[in-house]
């Protein structure tokens, strides 16, 4: 096994700064956005896609090396630590295990709105491995990894800094059950009161014919129009939705009161599979994807006003998005099991079990009539005690199925069937 010396160099070497990187508080608006390349995407997306991060499960050590590769790209642009110890890595626990996320900030130009902070986010672990093959996730989610490092970098070579302050997070856990992102909002290293709304990267690196999908429109009064403006003479094709929740990181900090976008170019036929890979990424795609987060992020960060937050606890999915995860899973063909059923809530552990605290319109738990605060403690006869034991019971289930689920709700005991509709 590799020392943490050695990983520690190899993260280090392969952030070392590229001749044509822009040099920090050098560039205009203008210029800063023009280094958003086809060519920068793919170095990163490379790195994080290797077999040598043997798909960045949480925990391992690729995706200890993924985090050390940014918390090491965020120093060398200057951004500020606020994790662990005044750094850029904040850890949590996963089953007794310390993991990382990493923060990074950067200050804003103006002296009163400096302390609001605008945050960019995407998920860096993925699934690990399935026998030998490794899920190299470079669409999902070493795409949107890609993405808070190139913003991060884009900002911080501006001369002039946007007025508010931009924190850049990286999380781990997502795939487990959006597991990191849970644990940053409930010990931010940035108050949440102090935060104005969370971007959201999460699979922009299969855009076909221009397409990106954005959710959260509906989440603060001002986006569809920032959306429309950012997007001239960019090109894209997009397709929005006002919901606020999806199966990513931005659902935990609209629960929190944010306003949130989701950047999303919508699941495919590699999505948590071995062919997800870094050949296959579409970088111009991406590069562009970038330029259009870059100006909504600015004028975020410029306004005179805060964003106003509207809360829509709806899942905001691409229209296809069942249909192709029907394709994608529907004929098992090596699907991971525990995609191929979803209950459709939004969970926090609690000490009695895991407790809801949103559900997807139109999903199963809410067909079955759960509730938000209903505490789940049974699954069929399974006892649940968190999510971990939620997820071992869904991964045996398929389309099809039903369940009893077994919920605490004003602190009595109830009941509910809940079917599992096939694609």
């Known amino acids: 096994m590799k020392t943490l010396a050695s990983l520690l160099l190899v993260a280090a070497l392969a952030v070392a700064q590229d001749a044509a990187d822009p040099k920090p508080g050098t560039l205009t608006a203008d210029e800063a956005e023009k280094t958003l390349t086809a060519a920068e995407v793919k170095k990163h997306i ?101 993405g808070v490092l190139e913003l991060a970098e884009a900002f911080a070579s501006m001369k002039t800094r946007p007025r508010r302050s931009i924190l850049f997070l990286t999380f781990s856990g997502e ?36 397409y990106l999908f954005i959710g959260g429109v509906g989440t603060s009064e001002p986006f569809p129009t920032m959306v429309e403006k950012a997007a001239e003479g960019i090109g894209l094709k997009i397709e929005t939705h006002p919901g606020g929740l999806a199966p990513s990181d931005n659902t935990n900090f609209h629960l929190k009161g944010l306003p949130v976008l989701f950047f999303f170019t919508n699941v495919h036929a590699d999505y948590h599979n071995a062919d997800d890979v870094v050949d296959k990424i579409n970088a111009e795609g991406e590069a562009k994807i970038l330029k259009l987060a870059f100006r909504i992020v600015r004028a975020t960060a410029d306004r005179d006003e805060r964003l106003p937050f509207t809360k829509n606890a ?85 389309p099809g199925d039903a369940v009893k689920v077994t919920v605490l709700r004003d602190g009595k005991e109830e009941s509910a069937e809940v079917k599992f509709e096939k694609p």
Not at 198 to 208: H, V
Not at 350 to 375: F, M, P, Q, S
């Open 314 to 398: 709806s899942q905001a999915l691409p229209k296809d998005f069942n249909e192709r995860m029907g394709e994608r899973f529907g004929g098992g063909g090596g699907a991971p099991a525990r995609n191929r059923v979803q209950l459709g809530v939004q969970t926090d552990e609690v000490d009695e079990g895991v407790k809801i605290t949103g559900l997807t319109e139109g999903g199963a738990a809410a067909k079955a009539g759960l509730k938000a605060g209903d505490i789940i403690t049974k699954l069929g006869e399974t006892k649940i005690a968190d999510v971990t034991d939620l997820r071992a019971v869904l991964r045996k289930l398929k």
């Open 175 to 210: 795939e487990k059950g959006l597991l990191g992102s849970a644990a940053y909002v409930k010990d931010p290293a940035v108050p949440l009161a102090k935060c104005v709304a969370m971007f959201n990267l999460d699979m922009i690196g299969r855009s076909k014919d221009d």
């Open 46 to 146: 490379g790195f994080f896609a290797s077999d040598e991060l043997g798909g960045r499960d949480t925990p391992s050590e690729g995706l200890t090396k993924a985090a050390e590769y940014i918390a090491a790209e965020f120093k060398r642009l200057g951004l500020k630590g606020v994790g662990d110890d005044g750094g850029h890595i904040k850890s949590w626990e996963y089953n007794g295990e310390k993991v990382p996320n990493c923060v990074g900030l950067l200050e804003g130009s103006d002296d009163k709105l400096k302390d609001e902070v605008v945050i960019i986010g995407g998920h860096m672990d993925h699934i690990g491995m399935q026998g030998r093959e490794v899920m190299n996730g470079a669409d999902d989610n070493a795409s949107g990894s890609t």
